[in-house]
């Protein structure tokens, strides 16, 4: 397609891997991803360290790295040296739809991670994963929210995260809701106007990270075996109806912001830091109990409020809403009053906070209870500790667990580096996962537990992602080399013949039209 008004039609499937995917498609378990990847162009897509959602979708969204857009972590450290827990308003450069805004393009960006609140644009945004709940504040226009409310009934957000459910409600309940999105997304899709559109679906993430063993298993009467298999079903079919409905002169572009595989262990980095000495205590940990197994500990009020959330889920989607968006930030301060509490700041110089390990030093003059000086004394801690972490054995295996350490002046560049964490964990193969909470703070490797769940995380991420790329001037039959994140945007826009921003630090990946 040469024309001026070319359509481009983005749909991500969270953390989706081409390991699962080939295999099933050339089994014919998977037609609309084989007809996609026969009649276009393949690859991966090449994902960065760390692989967290904040630092990848900012990179997706603006096409510029971290540094640059500021969003490190889900919890993140503001200029007061605290810790708060972040949005999409911590992106500190313009999105790809707000570019595409000023040159009179519509988007239609739907359930997209880190788009709260929803940004004004030419068309429309229905937030993601980061919205507090489902409410018309969560879109922009809210016309648009209503109205899918209105023919579709309640609008479904987060239904497939774990937070309180049983293991056994996912039997049915990824596909039932893959169905549900795909048609408000055909509705969108079919009866809006846009150019540029794109979605994201958490279910593959979310059936990955919960049941990779049960893939595994042997164990043939294991009920939950299929759930990865059927996820990845019920998205071949929502990615047929959704080409479907966008039409044939649109192109399509089917990708994940990393990939996934087996986890074969959590890890607690405070418990790591301060057996070596980096971190301290304000009470002794008890050792009774130290089995390996973590569960995540709440404060009581942070209790309270989950117990609240359950039932307000239940009974009434706009309470649930007005608790997130009014006690959300509250929430996170008990957690952190009472997590920083368990610390004795006068005698710890590191501490870890966040989703990937990544550790900060108690730095003077930044922190609110330094204790580490600037300079030499920085720098010289800084390699302390990354030797040691890199020394790390696994004691299941004997191997060492992490691939290497980075300063953050070797991961990042740019006006928002002193949001940065201070060293970041690459563990190897990306088969070790950081736990949220310090649960025992004795055990270093640990099973894996999340908040509210009562079974563990077996699945882990991979540094290679999907790319399925198909429609009019796509080659076909091809193999594509690895793309990165920082490559995705300037290539749509390439897509739309739009100019790619010379602040950009992607480049459009031509090679995939004809």
């Not at 499937?13 to 009649?39: C, H, S, Y």
């Not at 900012?58 to 540094?67: D, P, Y």
């Not at 993430?205 to 164990?219: C, I, P």
């Not at 055990?443 to 009019?472: C, K, Q, Y």
Request: glycine share 8%; with cysteine.
């Amino acid at each position: 397609m040469t024309g001026a008004h070319p359509r481009v039609l983005a749909i991500a499937l969270g953390e989706a891997t081409m390991d699962l995917i080939v295999p099933w498609a050339e089994q014919g378990l998977l037609p609309n991803f084989k007809r996609l990847m026969d009649g276009g162009t393949s690859g991966c897509v090449r994902s960065q360290i760390p692989l967290i959602t904040p630092q990848m979708w900012g990179t997706i969204m603006t096409g510029r790295s971290a540094g640059h857009h500021g969003a490190y972590d889900f919890l993140q450290r503001g200029s007061d040296g605290k810790f708060h827990a972040i949005d999409g308003s911590a992106l500190k450069v313009p999105t790809l739809w707000q570019h595409l805004a000023q040159r009179g393009i519509r988007c239609g960006v739907v359930n997209v991670p880190f788009t709260y609140p929803p940004q004004r644009i030419e068309g429309f945004v229905i937030a993601g994963q980061d919205a507090p709940g489902a409410h018309p504040s969560i879109a922009a226009p809210m016309s648009v929210y209503s109205e899918v409310v209105k023919k579709f009934g309640r609008y479904h957000l987060k239904d497939i995260f774990p937070g309180g459910r049983k293991k056994e409600d996912y039997l049915t309940l990824i596909e039932d809701e893959v169905g549900r999105q795909t048609d408000v997304l055909e509705h969108l899709i079919a009866t809006q106007s846009w150019q540029f559109f794109i979605t994201f679906f958490s279910a593959t993430a979310m059936a990955q990270h919960y049941f990779w063993s049960d893939m595994e298993s042997s164990d043939p009467k294991n009920p939950f075996q299929s759930v990865i298999y059927r996820t990845y079903r019920a998205l071949d079919e929502a990615i047929g109806r959704l080409a479907k409905a966008a039409g044939p002169d649109t192109r399509l572009v089917i990708f994940s912001e990393c990939g996934a595989g087996r986890l074969r262990s959590g890890v607690q980095i405070n418990a790591w830091l301060a057996r070596e000495g980096f971190l301290a205590w304000s009470k002794p940990p008890s050792t009774e109990g130290a089995s390996g197994t973590f569960a995540a500990k709440k404060s009581p009020l942070a209790a309270a409020l989950s117990t609240l959330r359950k039932r307000a889920k239940r009974l009434s989607p706009g309470l649930l809403f007005l608790m997130n968006r009014h006690l959300s930030d509250f929430k996170v301060w008990s957690e952190l009053v009472v997590t920083e509490s368990a610390i004795n700041w006068s005698r710890t110089r590191a501490f870890s906070r966040g989703k990937e390990g990544d550790i900060f030093l108690n730095l003077k003059g930044r922190d609110p209870k330094g204790t580490v000086a600037p300079g030499a004394a920085y720098d010289a801690l800084c390699r302390d500790i990354c030797r040691r972490l890199e020394a790390l054995i696994d004691p299941q295996t004997g191997e060492h667990a992490v691939k290497r350490t980075y300063q953050a002046k070797e991961l990042y560049d740019g006006p928002t580096l002193a949001w940065a964490p201070d060293i970041v964990v690459e563990w190897k193969d990306t088969l070790y996962m950081p736990t949220e909470d310090d649960g025992d703070r004795v055990s270093i490797f640990v099973e894996r537990m999340r908040d509210a769940m009562n079974w563990p995380t077996t699945g882990s991420h991979r540094l290679d992602g999907v790319l399925i790329a198909a429609g009019p001037g796509i080659a076909p039959a091809r193999k594509a080399e690895p793309i990165r994140l920082l490559d995705l945007a300037p290539t749509w826009l390439h897509m739309l013949n739009q100019p790619v921003p010379a602040e950009w630090e992607g480049r459009a990946i031509k090679e995939l039209l004809i």
